[in-house]
């Protein structure tokens, strides 16, 4: 079965500063990888996904993503944060079989300091 | 946004009642989930649906069940509510495998 991990559960940085968000994927197929955002009392919105197109990945709010086979990694990065960018982000990959679901790991809160 | 309605959206029960919580979805689409969400574990599966009467059990399935008797509607069945299903509950429906799935806002569940 394919599993997700994200390194981290809490990363602080400065606004203006480089976002990066670490995700490791296990699977012995090729994947279908997403990216997800939820803020506070909401559900969770899609940022990007990768379904093996381009392996560098362009998402909304100015966040990008790259696919790396050969470190089974999607680890997600925005160049500058800003306040806004404060919420928490799910990495989840798509079990390649038929009918079944998206694996979530266990997600990154991200703190924005001004 | 996609249509998608979780209804209630906040309930407190007692331990031991019966608790269903629906799914609605305008968007015809053909796979439909319910996930929880608890601090630490992220977001587990706890049961999909692949068509109208077709469902299939998650990760953490043990205590709950579900229904699809309409492409638009899902339910989540807790038969006998246990403290440890305090959680809040999100339905998502896909298209297809392997692409996206798009959540509903959540419901929050408090069992007492």
């Known amino acids: 079965a394919q599993s997700v991990t994200q390194l981290g559960s809490h990363v602080s940085v400065s606004e203006g500063a480089l976002v990066l968000l670490r995700c490791n994927y296990s699977?012995?197929?090729?994947?279908?990888l997403f990216w997800y955002v939820q803020y506070p009392n909401q559900g969770l919105q899609l940022l990007l996904k990768y379904t093996s197109a381009a392996t560098l990945v362009k998402g909304i709010n100015g966040f990008e993503a790259e696919f790396k086979k050969s470190e089974t990694s999607f680890h997600l990065t925005k160049p500058s944060a800003h306040m806004s960018d404060a919420a928490e982000y799910f990495c989840a990959v798509s079990d390649n079989q038929a009918g079944t679901a998206l694996i979530f790991g266990k997600g990154t809160t991200l703190s924005v300091s001004s | 946004d996609a249509g998608i309605t979780q209804s209630p959206r906040h309930k407190v029960t007692e331990t031991g009642t019966p608790v269903t919580l629906r799914c609605h979805q305008t968007e015809n689409h053909r796979y439909m989930y319910w996930y929880r969400q608890d601090p630490g574990h992220g977001l587990r599966l706890i049961h999909y649906s692949y068509g109208v009467k077709d469902t299939d059990k998650g990760e953490v399935s043990d205590g709950y069940s579900v229904s699809r008797s309409k492409t638009e509607d899902f339910l989540l069945t807790l038969e006998s509510a246990t403290s440890s299903q305090t959680s809040v509950y999100f339905c998502a429906i896909s298209a297809r495998i392997n692409t996206e799935a798009f959540f509903g806002q959540g419901t929050r569940l408090t069992v007492v």
């Open positions: 699977s012995s197929v090729p994947p279908y």
